[in-house]
């Protein structure tokens, strides 16, 4: 994974990123990097780092000039982004009925059930933003949800990952809890 030279310096301050890296390539060596995305672009154009690695939303929102860079876009099921990444929410005064109608519209039911999954799972580990805790749900075309996800109690522990599949939403995410913190007791 990654093209990367042995010793390589990649940037991110992600806790979940760094722990994933660590335990895909621990020849590896992460580094913090701060700055809004094209601040970090440039870091990596001027040579403080190897590798950067971000989040595809910030790429597309800031429409990020990457020409002259050699761009690779990570498989979730094997580099588990975090719980809920890249979706948008509104949130409305309840009492605006026309605009909860207009933003009903809008949304995907199987992205509610799936993110719901993964939101279930950071809450029930007790996580946040600094948490190493990576949740990936994706419902099929036979309506099963597969689940993938990946835990360290700190980015330099042992990393985790499990990954299942059910018919049905109903204890998935207390599963994937349940399987995460019992390998971490092993």
């Known amino acids: 994974m990654f093209k990367l030279p042995s010793g390589a310096r990649v940037g991110t301050s992600s806790q979940r990123r760094k722990a994933q890296i660590t335990y895909y390539r621990p020849d590896v060596k992460t580094i913090d990097i701060r700055g809004n ?28 000039d990457l020409s002259e860079l050699e761009t690779l876009t990570l498989n979730p099921r094997e580099f588990i982004p975090a719980p809920g ?22 949304t995907d039911s199987k992205l509610i059930e799936t993110s719901n999954v993964e939101r ?12 190493p805790l990576g949740a990936y749900c994706v419902k099929d075309s036979n309506g099963y949800l597969h689940v993938w996800a990946c835990f360290a109690e700190n980015w330099q522990d042992p990393l985790y990952f499990v990954q299942y599949s059910s018919g049905t939403d ?16 092993l």
């Open 120 to 131: 279930k799972i950071l809450q029930l580990m007790g996580g946040g933003c600094h948490m």
């Open 170 to 185: 109903h204890e998935l995410a207390e599963t994937i809890v349940k399987k995460l913190k019992y390998d971490i007791t």
């Open 37 to 64: 995305v094209p601040t970090r672009i440039q870091k990596l154009r001027n040579g403080e780092f190897d590798a950067i690695i971000l989040a595809q939303a910030g790429i597309d929102r800031t429409e990020a």
């Open 85 to 106: 990444q890249g979706i948008i929410a509104f949130q409305t005064r309840e009492e605006n009925i026309q605009l909860r109608k207009t933003l009903g519209g809008l």
